[in-house]
Nanobody
Framework: VQLVESGGGLVQAGESLRLSCAASGVSFDDYAIGWFRQAPGKEREGVSCISGGKGSTYYADSVKGRFTISSDNSKNMVYLQMNNQKPEDTAVYYC???????????????????????WGQGTQVTVSS
């Protein structure tokens, strides 16, 4: 399994970015995929997750209404569209994958209960005020 993030950068507050995660060795039917972020001195946060198969989604309250997760099965890509960004969105963003369990919803995979076994290298997002 290999996950490679791209699309990070420096933007001003209110602007948008789209992160991409190129996934190889996983089937989106069988894996839950999530976007996580970690800012300096803060704990890792599950930003948004999408379940394998059904494609149900979860968003953290901090990004709900501003971020959208999507997947393109034909390209094995997962995206995170980030609109109306805020300085507090500044962090390293990671893509992660975990085999989907039939009993688990996407909230579980974004929560601290889960520990996805596959991670990308991360991409820096900086939002200036």
């Amino acid at each position: 399994v290999q996950l490679v993030e791209s699309g990070g950068g420096l933007v001003q507050a209110g602007e948008s970015l789209r992160l991409s995660c190129a996934a190889s060795g996983v089937s989106f039917d069988d894996y839950a995929i999530g976007w996580f972020r970690q800012a300096p001195g803060k704990e890792r946060e599950g930003v948004s997750c999408i379940s394998g198969g059904k494609g149900s989604t979860y968003y953290a309250d901090s990004v709900k209404g501003r971020f959208t997760i999507s997947s393109d099965n034909s390209k094995n890509m997962v995206y995170l569209q980030m609109n109306n960004q805020k300085p507090e969105d500044t962090a390293v963003y990671y893509c992660a994958a975990e085999p989907q369990s039939q009993s688990r919803n996407p909230y579980y995979y974004c929560s601290s209960y889960a520990s996805p076994r596959h991670w990308g290298q991360g991409t820096q997002v900086t939002v200036s005020s």
